[in-house]
């Protein structure tokens, strides 16, 4: 049989060393005699751990057993251990409770309150890791970008350089060598991060949606009166985020004449990321241009995609032009 004066004074020591809030298993353990800890064990279906039979089970491994529970139903009975031995309404009926149910059940609305807290906390850390891991990974990928470009660039001149040098390589041809070996590298290391912030960021998402299921099962627990008004609805994003129909001109298809099928590929890419996403996708770097209606956005390190947008919120591209020769495609836009 447990001293009750030394459940008191072990309770006394927890508040006074670590201040009042006492966990849900320290209670159990403390306050709840053995027996009743068993039979709810029992009604529960769950088995102790370290050997020890159900009916043979002390308080200390029964108590986090049971504390670990979360399902509703599952909670309701733990969290009945605590009260005294009165009638308590069934988990369908708490939700219609109104504060003057009585001063029994206020500890089980503590409890829940507080459970209700900690997982909708949990809940919101959840939600800024899959944020900083899609930022994380869109920043990567516009690094692998640029890596693979300054890597198709480097092959082109090593290719050319050993069709044109000797067949023993130069100080310089061993310089572009290790270069090239280390993008590689480098690329190699970016896809290995990339994979890795894809796989958290599915674990995070999986997460996200327990601690929402978690915190909806936990509000329904809670009376009308204590539980926390929604938040209202974000606005809805403006109309950048509508789809632009692209308006090729024929100066643009004129303009794609002589540049190679990768440089039209990323043009293409560039333009249809523009028209689903908008003015603030990472990378496109779109920004009007010299006062003009006519703007533009990045295809890749040197080709810029030149166009207006229409009144009815399409835009209508006008030329594919290098980067170098920007002053010349603006006044030569102007003019028409």
């Known amino acids: 049989m447990r001293?009750?004066?030394?459940?008191?004074?072990?309770?006394?020591?927890?508040?006074?060393?670590?201040?009042?809030d006492l966990p849900l298993a320290m209670l159990l353990e403390l306050a709840?005699?053995?027996?009743?800890?068993?039979?709810?064990?029992?009604?529960?279906?769950?088995?102790?751990?370290?050997?020890?039979?159900?009916?043979?089970?002390?308080?200390h491994v029964l108590a986090p057993l049971l504390a670990e529970q979360r399902e509703a139903k599952a909670l309701e009975t733990v969290l009945r251990l605590l009260l005294p031995a009165v009638p308590l309404p069934v988990a369908d009926d708490v939700a219609a409770a109104t504060?003057?149910?009585?001063?029994?059940?206020?500890?089980?609305?503590?409890?829940?309150?507080?459970?209700?807290?900690?997982?909708?906390?949990?809940?919101?850390?959840?939600r800024e890791a899959a944020n900083r891991g899609r930022e994380r990974e869109t920043?990567?990928?516009?690094?692998?970008?640029?890596?693979?470009q300054e890597l198709a660039l480097l092959r082109g001149e090593r290719s050319q350089s050993r069709s044109s040098?000797?067949?023993?390589?130069?100080?310089?041809?061993?310089?572009?060598?290790?270069?090239?070996?280390?993008?590689?590298?480098?690329?190699?290391?970016?896809?290995?991060?990339?994979?890795?912030?894809r796989r958290q960021l599915a674990h995070n998402q999986s997460r996200l949606r327990e601690l929402e299921a978690e915190?909806?099962?936990?509000?329904?627990?809670?009376?009308?009166?204590?539980?926390?008004?929604?938040?209202?609805?974000?606005?809805?994003?403006?109309?950048?985020?509508?789809?632009?129909?692209?308006?090729?001109?024929?100066?643009?298809?004129?303009?794609?004449?002589?540049?190679?099928?990768?440089?039209?590929?990323?043009?293409?890419?560039?333009?249809?990321?523009?028209?689903?996403?908008?003015?603030?996708?990472?990378?496109?770097?779109?920004?009007?241009?010299?006062?003009?209606d006519t703007w533009s956005l990045r295809a890749s390190l040197g080709l810029r995609v030149y166009f207006r947008p229409l009144a009815d919120g399409d835009i209508e591209l006008l030329e594919l032009g290098d980067r170098e020769d920007q002053n010349t495609t603006l006044r030569r836009l102007k003019e028409k």
């Open 3 to 20: 001293d009750p004066s030394l459940a008191l004074k072990k309770l006394l020591e927890r508040v006074l060393g670590k201040g009042s």
């Open 32 to 59: 709840v005699a053995p027996s009743r800890l068993r039979e709810a064990a029992r009604d529960l279906g769950l088995s102790p751990k370290g050997g020890f039979r159900l009916d043979k089970a002390p308080a």
């Open 99 to 126: 504060p003057e149910a009585g001063p029994e059940a206020e500890p089980l609305l503590v409890l829940r309150e507080s459970e209700l807290q900690r997982a909708r906390d949990e809940l919101e850390r959840a």
């Open 139 to 148: 920043d990567l990928a516009r690094r692998l970008q640029q890596r693979e």
């Open 165 to 197: 040098a000797p067949a023993e390589p130069g100080r310089d041809q061993k310089d572009l060598l290790r270069r090239v070996h280390d993008l590689e590298n480098e690329r190699e290391g970016f896809h290995a991060a990339d994979q890795a912030l």
């Open 215 to 292: 915190v909806q099962q936990l509000d329904a627990l809670l009376p009308k009166g204590k539980r926390r008004r929604k938040p209202q609805p974000e606005p809805q994003p403006s109309d950048d985020r509508r789809f632009r129909v692209p308006r090729f001109t024929a100066a643009f298809y004129k303009s794609l004449e002589g540049k190679d099928r990768r440089a039209v590929e990323r043009a293409v890419q560039a333009i249809l990321l523009f028209c689903t996403e908008g003015h603030a996708y990472p990378g496109l770097e779109v920004k009007q241009l010299g006062g003009q």
